[in-house]
């Protein structure tokens, strides 16, 4: 509501003229706005939000069943207000039904799919069920999220809720190199490890995190090999990209049994990262393993190197719990820490057969250190909720 106030003056005949006009926005207005603002509250990415308490919807979409909303389709969506926070998400997990297939896709900002960003998608299909979708990037902050169905004619999903988790890799974990998520002219063999790294060719993990304080070292477990003498091959790794601004250390790899090698990079690393790792010599290098972390305590997560074989460890995450199968006639303690280094669980383990449970834990990503002796096991375990 506005209220506009005339001035008047007299001219020289008598004759009254307006000389200006005020216009003001009244104060009922004025408190009427600012309520509608503090009533649009964001709801946390990481917690259970339900469908149906949206903040904006198109016309298509209907409340059925009452818990769920039903029609995504044709480009239907719903809104919400969310907060990412700092460190932020890169998955979504939904509750939906779909009588066949059809994807919902994850939308910043904007309805318009021109001008708002894409940043993933789900996919729905059956009955009633969980349903995980990568997004394309970490998102932090606050931002208008659009749930959309695209596509026309068929079945439509109906949606029970939706979360965030972030599910990632963290650079001081330790990774075997046969997991990589892409590579180039390389072979997995013998099993285990990965071999002709030479001449460009290269492995690479996607999306890996390396925190708000940047690790110092990169550790990895590895040889070069040849039927002859050869000298120290060249293996250098890389951020994001192959190129000479964004080498982080290059490692002179021997011609000899797998060995331990470390060394101090060469600029600091935050955040997420795909990491390269490259073979640049003219010869045959085999990596075995690798960490961002003190290979000090994670070495023997992944081999028992002294005897050459894998150690009757498991670590079996399920939705509500961590199973641990260990060595009899050990004891082993365990701690599990949130992404900023919290401790939220911990304790001595006696048995040899046991569980950890996640309940009540905020859905997201832990890390689990068991140690035992002088071994250490580190894996990375997602809560879902």
């Given at each position: 509501?506005?209220?506009?106030?005339?001035?008047?003056?007299?001219?020289?005949?008598?004759?009254?003229?307006?000389?200006?006009?005020?216009?003001?926005?009244?104060?009922?207005?004025?408190?009427?706005?600012?309520?509608?603002?503090?009533?649009?509250?964001?709801?946390?990415?990481?917690?259970?939000?339900?469908?149906?308490?949206?903040?904006?919807?198109?016309?298509?979409?209907?409340?059925?069943?009452?818990?769920?909303?039903?029609?995504?389709?044709?480009?239907?969506?719903?809104?919400?207000?969310?907060?990412f926070g700092q460190e932020g998400a890169n998955k979504i997990i939904v509750r939906a039904y779909i009588s066949g297939s059809r994807s919902l896709y994850v939308i910043l900002d904007t309805a318009d799919t021109?001008?708002?960003?894409?940043?993933?998608?789900?996919?729905?299909?059956?009955?009633?069920?969980?349903?995980?979708?990568?997004?394309?990037?970490?998102?932090?902050?606050?931002?208008?999220?659009?749930?959309?169905?695209?596509?026309?004619?068929?079945?439509?999903?109906?949606?029970?809720?939706?979360?965030?988790?972030?599910?990632?890799?963290?650079?001081?974990?330790?990774?075997?190199?046969?997991?990589?998520?892409?590579?180039?002219?390389?072979?997995?063999?013998?099993?285990?490890?990965?071999?002709?790294?030479?001449?460009?060719?290269?492995?690479?993990?996607?999306?890996?995190?390396?925190?708000?304080?940047?690790?110092?070292?990169?550790?990895?477990?590895?040889?070069?090999?040849?039927?002859?003498?050869?000298?120290?091959?060249?293996?250098?790794?890389?951020?994001?990209?192959?190129?000479?601004?964004?080498?982080?250390?290059?490692?002179?790899?021997?011609?000899?049994?797998?060995?331990?090698?470390?060394?101090?990079?060469?600029?600091?690393?935050?955040?997420?990262?795909?990491?390269?790792f490259v073979g640049e010599g003219d010869q045959n290098v085999l990596v075995d393993w690798f960490t961002f972390g003190d290979p000090n305590q994670v070495v023997s997560s992944v081999r028992n190197v002294n005897?050459?074989?894998?150690?009757?460890?498991?670590?079996?995450?399920?939705?509500?719990?961590?199973?641990?199968?260990?060595?009899?006639?050990?004891?082993?303690?365990?701690?599990?820490?949130?992404?900023?280094?919290?401790?939220?669980?911990?304790a001595v383990l006696n048995d040899t057969h046991l569980s950890i449970s996640t309940s009540g834990l905020r859905a997201g990503q832990y890390l689990l250190r068991l140690a035992g002796g002088n071994n250490t096991?580190?894996?990375?375990?997602?809560?879902?909720?």
């Amino acid at each position: 509501m506005t209220i506009d106030i005339i001035e008047f003056h007299t001219n020289k005949r008598g004759t009254r003229m307006p000389s200006r006009s005020l216009r003001f926005i009244a104060a009922a207005t004025i408190l009427m706005a600012a309520l509608a603002i503090q009533a649009q509250q964001y709801v946390d990415a990481f917690s259970q939000i339900e469908a149906e308490e949206h903040v904006e919807t198109s016309a298509g979409l209907v409340n059925y069943p009452d818990y769920a909303m039903n029609g995504y389709k044709n480009g239907n969506y719903s809104g919400y207000l969310v907060d990412f926070g700092q460190e932020g998400a890169n998955k979504i997990i939904v509750r939906a039904y779909i009588s066949g297939s059809r994807s919902l896709y994850v939308i910043l900002d904007t309805a318009d799919t021109s001008a708002g960003e894409v940043v993933g998608s789900v996919n729905v299909a059956g009955d009633w069920s969980e349903k995980k979708g990568a997004l394309n990037r970490s998102v932090t902050g606050r931002h208008k999220v659009y749930l959309m169905g695209i596509g026309q004619g068929g079945s439509a999903p109906a949606l029970d809720w939706f979360t965030f988790i972030a599910e990632f890799d963290t650079a001081t974990n330790v990774f075997e190199a046969e997991n990589n998520h892409g590579s180039q002219g390389t072979s997995n063999y013998p099993a285990g490890v990965i071999n002709q790294l030479k001449n460009g060719n290269y492995f690479m993990f996607k999306n890996m995190y390396f925190g708000q304080t940047a690790p110092d070292q990169l550790s990895i477990h590895a040889r070069a090999y040849a039927g002859n003498a050869i000298p120290d091959q060249p293996l250098s790794v890389y951020v994001d990209s192959i190129a000479a601004t964004s080498k982080i250390v290059t490692f002179g790899v021997p011609q000899a049994d797998y060995q331990t090698l470390g060394s101090s990079l060469t600029m600091p690393v935050t955040g997420f990262h795909d990491v390269y790792f490259v073979g640049e010599g003219d010869q045959n290098v085999l990596v075995d393993w690798f960490t961002f972390g003190d290979p000090n305590q994670v070495v023997s997560s992944v081999r028992n190197v002294n005897s050459g074989g894998r150690e009757a460890v498991s670590i079996l995450p399920t939705r509500t719990k961590v199973n641990l199968h260990l060595p009899a006639g050990r004891t082993f303690s365990y701690a599990l820490y949130t992404m900023h280094g919290a401790v939220v669980k911990q304790a001595v383990l006696n048995d040899t057969h046991l569980s950890i449970s996640t309940s009540g834990l905020r859905a997201g990503q832990y890390l689990l250190r068991l140690a035992g002796g002088n071994n250490t096991y580190s894996q990375s375990i997602s809560v879902l909720r």
